[in-house]
């Protein structure tokens, strides 16, 4: 059973840098890209980036370039997103997500969820 | 702004049959795979509809997915109350190279 399991919730002050784990189970985890989604607060959801952990080549959505970073262990079969510096506007869920295999796929399985919440 | 375009909401009556409808463009949807979420409150969204019009082991025959030039829509039958949640849209986008999504339709059971 394909299992995508993120870490806790976490609360920060801004300036404060943060990174959030995605670990996979039940397939081939370098075989497949998996990405990150943010949802703000009851908005919709917003494509971050995605990576290949085979080779960890690395996608952003322009919209999320530079302002974090997303790597791979596939020894641990664990993705990561994080931030250098956060602001109080990256409060949010964020979820990462596994691609289907197909070129044309989109993303088929989803984990449960990391809230941020960023305030002084 | 979301690449894809979905209405705001939809409603129904137990049993009805509603459609949500969900547009978009030759570098996306005209050219990719569209796939379906559905994200109950509180949840994580759920793959309802793959590949345009495949359902997971588990997703129910009520819904239905279906895909013609750049514009796709997702049709629920039977309707239920727990069918009452947020139902996004997504396809690759082969200009951006990443997923895009709709706005999200939040659906109604009245």
């Known amino acids: 059973e394909v299992q995508l399991v993120q870490s806790g919730a976490e609360v920060k002050k801004p300036g404060e840098s943060l990174k959030i784990a995605c670990k996979g189970s039940?397939?081939?985890?370098?075989?497949?890209?998996i990405g990150w989604v943010r949802q703000m607060p009851g908005k919709g959801l917003e494509w971050m980036g995605i990576?290949?952990?085979?080779?960890?080549?690395?996608r952003y959505s322009p919209s999320f370039q530079g302002q974090v970073t997303i790597s791979a262990d596939k020894s641990i079969n664990t993705a990561y997103l994080q931030w250098g510096s956060l602001k109080a506007s990256d409060t949010a869920m964020y979820y990462c997500a596994k691609r289907g295999i197909a070129a044309a796929d989109s993303f088929d399985y989803w984990g449960q969820g990391t809230l941020v919440t960023v305030s002084s | 702004q979301s690449v894809l375009t979905q209405p705001p909401s939809a409603s129904g009556t137990p049993g009805q049959r509603v459609t949500i409808s969900c547009s978009g463009s030759s570098s996306n949807i005209g050219s990719n795979y569209v796939f379906w979420y559905q994200q109950l409150p509180g949840t994580a969204p759920k793959l309802l509809i793959y590949?345009?019009?495949q359902r997971p082991s588990g997703v129910p025959e009520r819904f239905s997915g279906s895909k013609s030039g750049t514009s796709a829509s997702l049709a629920i039958s039977g309707l239920r109350s727990e069918d009452e949640a947020d139902y996004y849209c997504?396809?690759?986008?082969?200009?951006?190279?990443?997923?895009?999504f709709g706005g999200g339709t939040k659906l109604t059971v009245l």
């Open positions: 990576i290949y952990p085979g080779d960890s080549e690395t």
């Open positions: 997504a396809a690759w986008d082969d200009s951006l190279s990443g997923p895009v």
């Open positions: 039940g397939y081939s985890f370098a075989s497949y890209w």
């Open positions: 590949r345009n019009n």
